[in-house]
């Protein structure tokens, strides 16, 4: 099992696993099919059309977009498939995407910018510049990455309603 | 006088093909083929010019609340790209000229880049 975890300086942050957290209707769950790249965005979107029915910024509304987005892309792009949820809580919002993938063998390898295993197919839909892991940590708060060779990849992150620019 | 839309739309003498807001004020402008690099884009308010005509260009305009697309070389996006757009009320253009001639032109009337700059850790 191949571990990362990253988070942006004075957050504080416990996970103690569970997803059962949010209140009714303020949750989103959505499977993601692997090489679908005309559904790809679906989840991301409807992130982004509950956050913004809700008292948070149009910046924070639009950074939880970009890192859903950029890992539902990661999905479609490498997995066979997998599934999105998002949890809004008074002062954050968590996303879980995990998938049925070939999994990361270096993670710290894929942060670094540019580096990039997609295929061909994917980079012809405008992806796979190897910015999307990079560019996820760029908008969130927190970021855990775990993934096993195989059977597939976790990534788990928070952005918090206060803090960021 | 900040430009709207529809005065880069007359600039690259373009093909208005969602009319949706085209009234709007352009904030600053970015140019990409790839939907990575869109979504690096620090503005939100952004006018895209691009040469790609998928879906996923406006999947990318909905996520960093870009304000308009144009597509440049008269690239004709498929009708559930046009469809999507419509309902996203997201301006669509096409131009005959290259990437290279649209970016000049717009960059002609005072329109300046989008920053990309990234966050700081």
């Known amino acids: 099992m191949n571990e990362y975890f990253w988070k942006k300086d004075g957050i504080e942050v416990e996970d103690d696993g569970s997803n059962g957290t949010a209140a009714k209707g303020l949750s989103v769950e959505k499977r993601v099919k692997g090489g679908d790249f005309t559904g790809a965005g679906a989840a991301a979107s409807k992130i982004k059309q509950l956050l913004k029915k809700l008292p948070i910024s149009p910046q924070t509304v639009r950074r939880v977009a970009i890192a859903s987005y950029e890992a539902e892309i990661n999905v479609v792009a490498h997995a066979d498939g997998g599934n999105i949820i998002a949890f809004v809580s008074p002062d954050n919002v968590k996303v879980v995407i995990a998938d049925e993938g070939p999994g990361i063998p270096d993670i710290e390898q894929a942060m670094v910018p540019g580096y990039s295993t997609a295929s061909e197919e994917v980079r012809e839909m405008g992806f796979g510049a190897g910015l999307g892991l990079p560019n996820i940590k760029n908008n969130v708060d927190v970021l855990k990455i775990t993934s096993e060779e195989g059977k597939g990849t976790t990534v788990i992150f928070y952005i918090f309603f206060n803090a960021g620019p | ?121």
């Open chain 2, 1 to 121: 006088m900040a430009a709207t839309i529809k005065d880069i739309a007359a600039m690259l003498k373009a093909e208005t093909l969602v009319d949706h807001n085209i009234d709007r004020e352009v904030g600053c402008v970015i140019a990409s083929d790839l939907v990575s690099d869109m979504l690096v884009c620090c503005d939100a308010g952004a006018f895209l010019i691009t040469g790609l005509a998928n879906i996923q260009v406006v999947r990318a305009a909905e996520m960093i609340d870009l304000i308009g697309v144009v597509f440049v070389r008269n690239k004709e996006p498929a009708t559930e790209v046009i469809e999507y757009a419509e309902e996203m009320e997201l301006p669509l253009l096409s131009t005959d000229y290259t990437m290279y001639e649209a970016c000049g032109l717009v960059y002609d009337i005072g329109l300046r880049p989008g920053d990309f700059s990234t966050r700081e850790d």
